[in-house]
């Protein structure tokens, strides 16, 4: 698939149909997600790939925008891990850009896939890390749960959202 075409048709899913998703493609996204910018190249993002069917079910506890997960064999939950990093606070940037190569990944491998928050919420990141065991120092970021859609011609559709009114030339006026 053409980089255009994967951005242009990207979506945010949260309608799956029933399949397993493959370890195989679980990693070409992580893959896909490692290789985002970051600053200084600090890399302080952390990936826990989740398939145990009680624990996805359990983010919808603390998560309310995260029902569709329940309908996914696997998700991944995006954590920051500024500590010990020259410029500690550009995690969320980092995160940000792993989280939407892996959106990427996912519309290029004909995967559906959603970012749910999690930071800067305190209810959402406390249900995350006790859900997951996630140590004090490691920020829940977001959830992203992954799958099959159940209509993939609406969910890949073509669109476009320019909107010139919202670009400034040389200043902000």
Request: aromatic share 10%; hydrophobic share 40%.
């Amino acid at each position: 698939m053409e980089l255009y075409e994967a951005i242009t048709t990207r979506r945010s899913v949260r309608s799956f149909q029933q399949g397993e998703v493959t370890d195989a493609a679980i990693e070409k996204l992580l893959r896909a997600a490692m290789l985002a910018p970051s600053a200084a190249n600090q890399q302080p993002w952390k990936f826990i790939v989740v398939r145990d069917r009680a624990k996805l079910d359990g983010i919808t506890s603390f998560h309310p925008y995260c029902t569709m997960i329940t309908q996914v064999s696997v998700a991944i939950i995006v954590c920051g891990d500024p500590s010990g990093k020259k410029w500690a606070d550009l995690w969320p940037q980092d995160c940000s850009a792993a989280v939407q190569n892996l959106l990427l990944a996912a519309r290029g491998e004909g995967l559906g896939a959603v970012w749910t928050g999690v930071y800067p919420l305190e209810d959402r990141m406390a249900g995350c890390r006790k859900l997951f065991n996630i140590p004090d120092e490691v920020i829940p970021f977001a959830v992203i749960p992954i799958g099959y859609p159940k209509d993939p011609a609406l969910a890949f559709k073509e669109m476009d959202r320019y909107k010139p009114e919202l670009v400034y030339r040389d200043s902000y006026e």
